[in-house]
T-cell receptor, first 113, second 112 residues
Framework: DAGVTQSPTHLIKTRGQQVTLRCSPK?????VSWYQQALGQGPQFIFQ???????QRGNFPDRFSGHQFPNYSSELNVNALLLGDSALYLC????????????FGSGTQLSVL | AQSVSQHNHHVILSEAASLELGCNYS??????LFWYVQYPGQHLQLLLK??????LVKGIKGFEAEFIKSKFSFNLRKPSVQWSDTAEYFC??????????FGAGTRLTVKP
């Protein structure tokens, strides 16, 4: 039973570029949440997708957008990258929309130069 | 706004010492409380959780946490740590089925 898988594992971009990160939830899960974890900090909630719609959103600008597909996989898109977007991006899935138990992927390490 | 505070950024202990990591949250209403652990090179994984009932919850690997509602706290404890407990520990709160909020984390180093 595969857990949460994320791709790519590492990514290097330059300022102003756009990036797409991908996540496949744990088998049987229908809810995907995205987090940004800067170095030395805890994960910060970006948004959550359920039934292909954004259900909740944290305090992130509109440059951060997402999508959920019918198979429950999800993408995180970040436009106009800034140096401050450099972080580990974590995807977490759960079986319900109320975050009862999150299963995390290993993350995508994004470096913006 | 919902927030989670972890008081210790880095804790260093010797093996067999007792551990207590502090966690306080600022949110009223119904809360679900969690501790997650991130071992070096691994992804975040759930250590224990509290939803309701007995405020003393037991998790994996001998960890436990106590929910004290009057203090808005959910401290993590372990009577005797091992070198393998070296990791980063995150407290998290989910209130009224909103998004999960994490503390900044506490890095635990256990000296053999």
């Amino acid at each position: 039973d595969a857990g949460v898988t994320q791709s790519p594992t590492h990514l290097i971009k330059t300022r102003g570029q756009q990036v797409t990160l991908r996540c496949s939830p744990k088998s049987g899960h229908d809810t995907v949440s995205w987090y940004q974890q800067a170095l030395g900090q805890g994960p910060q909630f970006i948004f959550q997708y359920y039934e292909e719609e954004e259900r909740q959103r944290g305090n992130f600008p509109d440059r951060f957008s997402g999508h959920q597909f019918p198979n429950y996989s999800s993408e995180l898109n970040v436009n106009a990258l800034l140096l401050g977007d450099s972080a580990l991006y974590l995807c977490a899935s759960s079986g319900t929309a109320n975050n009862e138990k999150l299963f995390f992927g290993s993350g995508t390490q994004l470096s913006v130069l | 706004a919902q927030s989670v505070s972890q008081h210790n950024h880095h804790v260093i202990l010797s093996e067999a010492a007792s551990l207590e990591l502090g966690c306080n949250y600022s949110y009223g209403g119904t809360v679900n409380l969690f501790w997650y652990v991130q071992y070096p090179g691994q992804h975040l994984q759930l250590l224990l959780k509290y939803f309701s009932g007995d405020p003393l919850v037991k998790g994996i690997k001998g960890f436990e946490a106590e929910f004290i509602k009057s203090k808005f706290s959910f401290n993590l404890r372990k009577p005797s740590v091992q070198w393998s407990d070296t990791a980063e520990y995150f407290c998290a709160v989910n209130a009224n089925n909103n998004d999960m909020r994490f503390g900044a984390g506490t890095r635990l180093t256990v000296k053999p």
